[in-house]
């Protein structure tokens, strides 16, 4: 099988995906996304990082007691993302349906090379998916990221903190050394792949806006039509 994210693919349906630290209001911003193309009668599916079923357990056991090494960490991951690519992005997208994904691969870049995998090596394991059509970074100082987190609850995860990484005892400091980090990797990753940078510290509704001017360009072209419900001539002749 060849790298099938070095390249555009060829499905009827449209990938857009959005990416970002932990507050950096990226859900926000997906779930808007969601209602407006829902609202004007496009078929959606809405798909998030981590959900399946098949490793979550084992992830959270080992998160549990910090029993993974960030290359098991990374691969099971990259696991879970392969089963949710086959029975969540793909039959959406062969169907000819709009996908929205709350982070993506990018994620996994970010994320496993702080956490010492090598850049290429998590790139080449993750060469099976699917390029995105559109792919948001948005962009957000670590203060602006914090305050938004602990606004609506009082206090940080121990991973979204990175303190499996002993950065500091303060999960305050370790938060803001860990993104830090993940905040850079973000930055070269954009240049990388050419993710739509967005200023994330703007209003909510300015920033939709943005959004949709960029989704709308990308969907100029998108019929939504599966490619078994397209006739041949022949056929519709029948
Ligand atoms: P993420 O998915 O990146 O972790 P969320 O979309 O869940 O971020 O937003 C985190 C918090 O910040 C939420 O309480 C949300 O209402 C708030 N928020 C999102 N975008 C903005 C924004 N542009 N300005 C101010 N607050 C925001």
Known sequence: MGNTFDHEHSYPGRLIIVEGIDGSGKSTQ????????VSMGYRVFFTEWNSSALVKETIRRGKK???LTPTTFSILHATDF???LAHLILPPLKAGMIVLADRYVFTAFARDVVRGVHPE???QMY????????AFYFKVPIEVSLKRIL????????HEAGMDLGLSDDPKESFKIFQSKIIEEYNAIADEFKLVVMDATKPIYSQQAIVR????????NYTGI???SVLSDEQAKR
Do not use: C, H, M
């Open 30 to 37: 997906i779930q808007l996304l969601q209602k407006w193309l």
């Open 65 to 67: 007691k910090n029993l």
């Open 82 to 84: 392969a089963d949710r």
């Open 121 to 123: 090596w998590v790139r």
């Open 127 to 134: 060469g099976f998916a699917v390029r995105p059509d559109l």
């Open 151 to 158: 606004v609506g609850r009082a206090s940080l995860k121990f």
């Open 213 to 220: 001017e960029f989704v709308q360009e990308k969907l100029q």
């Open 226 to 228: 599966p490619y078994t």
